[in-house]
């Protein structure tokens, strides 16, 4: 069984406890959640389901589940932020604040006493991947033991959920840099936010995702979603390829070899459609976007 699945059934995200103590700060931090809320902090992390690992890319993504389900039943925007965005992960890499459910997420871990917690972490082998990313960041050595890990954890956690500030701790999993295209990225709207947040579950051409699937997870109608990924593409610079098999992140330098040469591709058969119809040379044309492009950018 998978370690994300363990942690859903048994482990650190189980489906009832740890909703119940994610009500609990909720309650603490902003009063009732209303019932659609409520339903979101039951189903957040379903998305674990199947997850080799917890804080692998796939596990990252795992709000997009939890966030595509609440959409389809509420129809509503707020809801499906409120979990996409309770990964702090996410919200950075959407260049935007975590939702209200991350910092009641995080607040929960106090409700949490070690006998119960480390049991579940241990049993379902996610403590061993939590320790080991701590231990690689530098900040608690395999060495000590699990209830000072434990402790260290509680802390840092109930902080960001007290404090409400992504930046309040350091991000703990230095392992990864965020991937280009999204950190060149600003000023998108809601929308392309949340077909960029769709795509990028889907890294490398065997993840690809149907245009329809990720149409109902983002939240729009196929055609309007069309639209969104060749603006992200040819507006904001996002990599995004696609296939038979629909729509993914390039990540092998081969798929970002072919997903760059089929752009390339494209540029030259419309420089070749000017130099028809300005009756020039291909090469004249190129030198002349050249200079166009290089004036542009003083
Ligand atoms: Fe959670």
Known sequence: MKKGTKSIL??????????????????????????????????????????ENMDDEKGECHPVYGAALVFRIFDDHYMHDLILLHSRHFARRLKTEPSKLCWADKLSILYEPWWLYLPRAWASGELFEYREIAANAGFIPLTASHRAWYAWIQDRLSTLGREKRADVVAYVNPRRQMPDQIQINFDLTGEESRVLAAVSAHR??????????????????????????????????????SCPRGYFIPVTVPEIAEATRSLRHRGIMILMRASRLQKASLEDIFNQARMEFGEGEE
């Open 10 to 51: 048994f482990g650190v995200h189980q489906f009832i406890w740890h909703p119940v103590t994610v009500l609990i700060a909720w309650w603490k931090l902003y009063g009732r959640p209303s019932w659609k809320e409520l339903v979101c902090i039951i189903v957040h992390d379903w998305g674990y389901w199947g997850c």
């Open 204 to 241: 490398g051409r065997e993840n690809a995702v149907l245009g329809g699937v990720l149409a109902a997870v983002a939240g729009v109608d196929y055609k309007r979603l069309r639209e969104v990924i060749a603006h992200l593409v040819n507006n904001h610079g996002c990599l995004i390829a």
